[in-house]
Each structure stands twice: as C-alpha cells, then as structure tokens.
C-alpha cells in the first residue's frame, strides 16, 4: 500500500545533541514537507520541499535542517539549536486532486523528547 | 491575528445524532482553499473535506459537509449520523494563493469531539 512512513515513532535525545527523523513516501508526489505539532496547538510548518535537492523555510524552522536528495526521502534534523525540541512532528507529502487543492497526506508522526 | 479561528475546545455528541465544528478564517486572498482534517489519539492527520473559494457549492464526502459561508468567513464542518469512531481532534486548515501553491497550510488549534454511546 502507497503511503509515508515515520521513524522513529519515539525518540529521546539529551540536551546538546542532534537527531535525525525520517520520512520516506512510495506515493510518488513531489512535494513533501515537515509540521510539528504542540499540545493543545495546530501544526506549524518547519519545512518544505516542492522538488528534489531544493526546499525553503516555513515558519519554524529555526535549530532546523532538512534535505531532499531523493524523491521519496525528506529527513529532518533536529538540531541542538533547536530551544525547545520537544513535540510531535508530523511528515506529509502533496498531491493537487483538482485546481488548487492539494491535499496533504501524512504519516504517523515521530515523538520527540528531550531529557 | 490570528487565521484560522476554532472557537471550541472540546464537543460531545450523542451517537447517531449530527454535530457541527466551527470554524472561522481571516483572509484577503480572494483565492483561497479551506480543508478539514481528523487527528485519532493514534497521531495520524486524515484528510476529510476540501472547499475552494470559488466552488459554488458546499463540499460533501459521505457522512461530511462543509458548510461554506462566504460571506461570513467561516468553514463549519458538519458531521452527519455521529459514530464511535468519530471521536478525535479535528483541524480545520486554510492555504492562501492560487493552484500554485503547493499546500502550505495554515492549521486552526483543533476541536476535540467526543462521541457517547
């Protein structure tokens, strides 16, 4: 079955380090992108990228980094700079189902906590 | 200001009966595209609903509509016939911009709904 995968699903990182998420998509869109998610909050956007080896910032993506030398892949790096890593981030990818819409399909989510 | 307003919290319904999400948005694009999204306690966002700003009709797939208030700026989601199932948080999302666009959407802060047996 076409989809996106997450991974990891949990994840613990103690303060000072990076860590790298995965997201990898079989469904053939081109664009793809990062959200995260805060309790009692809608999703704010990290990332996006609309081709390969090309990506621009969204409104969060301070203590960020992404890269897409892949169609199906977009990894995301949280980063030591990143203040307040600690939430849910959602991976998603694009397909336009009529002019103007492009509906967003996403994964299961990777949990982030910092210790 | 903020774009995309939710103005409730949490809701509950009974089962079998209809409910209706609010949800208001504040834009001056005069294209633009409105979406609902269903977030179970899994994690997972599944795509509902879809109203564009020049559709002339309101949206419905299945159980859901989109009462589509121009006019008013507000997107209610309606859902028809509640199910147990039915219980989670759910988005209501807006992309400014013409069919350029690429998806970049703007999320409300969710309405938790709880459906009773």
């Known amino acids: 079955d076409g989809g996106i995968t997450q991974s990891p699903k949990y994840l613990f990182r103690k303060e000072g380090q990076n860590v790298t998420l995965s997201c990898e998509q079989n469904?053939?869109?081109?664009?793809m992108y990062w959200y995260r998610q805060d309790p009692g909050q809608g999703l704010r956007l990290i990332y996006y990228?609309?081709?390969?080896?090309?990506?621009q910032k969204g409104d969060i993506a301070e203590g960020y980094s992404v890269s897409r030398e892949k169609k199906e892949s977009f990894p995301l790096t949280v980063t030591s700079a990143q203040k307040n890593p600690t939430a849910f981030y959602l991976c998603?990818?694009?397909?336009?189902?009529?002019?103007?819409?492009?509906?967003?399909?996403f994964g299961a989510g990777s949990r982030l906590t910092v210790l | 200001a903020q774009k995309i307003t939710q103005t409730q919290p949490g809701m509950f319904v009974q089962e079998k009966e209809a409910v209706t999400l609010d949800c208001t948005y504040d834009?001056?694009?005069?294209?633009?595209?409105l979406f609902w999204y269903k977030q179970p306690s899994s994690g997972e966002m599944i795509f509902l609903i879809y109203?564009?700003?020049?559709?002339?009709q309101n949206a419905t797939e299945g159980r859901y509509s989109l009462n589509f208030q121009k006019a008013r700026k507000s997107a209610n989601l309606v859902i028809s016939a509640s199910q147990l199932g039915d219980s989670a948080m759910y988005f209501c999302?807006?992309?400014?911009?013409?069919?350029?666009?690429?998806?970049?959407?703007?999320f409300g802060k969710g309405t938790k709904l709880s459906v009773k047996p």
């Open positions: 998603a990818s694009s397909v336009r189902v009529s002019p103007g819409a492009n509906v967003l399909t």
């Open positions: 469904l053939n869109h081109d664009a």
């Open positions: 990228s609309q081709i390969v080896n090309d990506f």
């Open positions: 834009t001056s694009d005069p294209s633009y595209g």
């Open positions: 109203q564009g700003s020049y559709d002339q």
């Open positions: 999302a807006m992309r400014e911009g013409g069919g350029g666009s690429q998806g970049n959407l703007i």
